[in-house]
Nanobody
Framework: QVQLVESGGGLVQPGGSLRLSCAASGFPFSYYAMSWYRQTPGKEREVVAGISAGGGSANYADFVKGRFTISRDNAKNMVYLQMNGLRPEDTAVYYC??????????WGQGTQVTVSS
């Protein structure tokens, strides 16, 4: 059974940091590109960051460049999103997503991040 389980969300003050984690199981993790998306009410889900299957390549949405870092540990089937310099507009539900080369896609259930004073 495929599972992606996000954790690490919560309430943080502007300028603060959070580290999101996504635990994967039920599929060959090291063969899948991984990414983080986010969604706020009334808006479409948007990509935040992505990392290649081997971890050698990462890319970021312009609005998080220089603040967020995506990483993965293929030995542990984990992907992370280190978020620094958080802003109120970063408030959203953050989702973990897995993509295979043959277009299989899996989603996690999401974790809420709220940035507020």
């Amino acid at each position: 059974q495929v599972q992606l389980v996000e954790s690490g969300g919560g309430l943080v003050q502007p300028g603060g940091s959070l580290r999101l984690s996504c635990a994967a199981s039920g599929f060959p993790f090291s063969y899948y590109a991984m990414s983080w998306y986010r969604q706020t009410p009334g808006k479409e889900r948007e990509v935040v960051a992505g990392i290649s299957a081997g971890g050698g390549s990462a890319n970021y949405a312009d609005f998080v460049k220089g603040r967020f870092t995506i990483s993965r540990d293929n030995a542990k089937n984990m992907v992370y999103l280190q978020m620094n310099g958080l802003r109120p507009e970063d408030t959203a539900v953050y989702y973990c997503r897995a993509d295979s080369e043959d277009t299989r896609t899996y989603w996690g259930q999401g974790t809420q991040v709220t940035v507020s004073s």
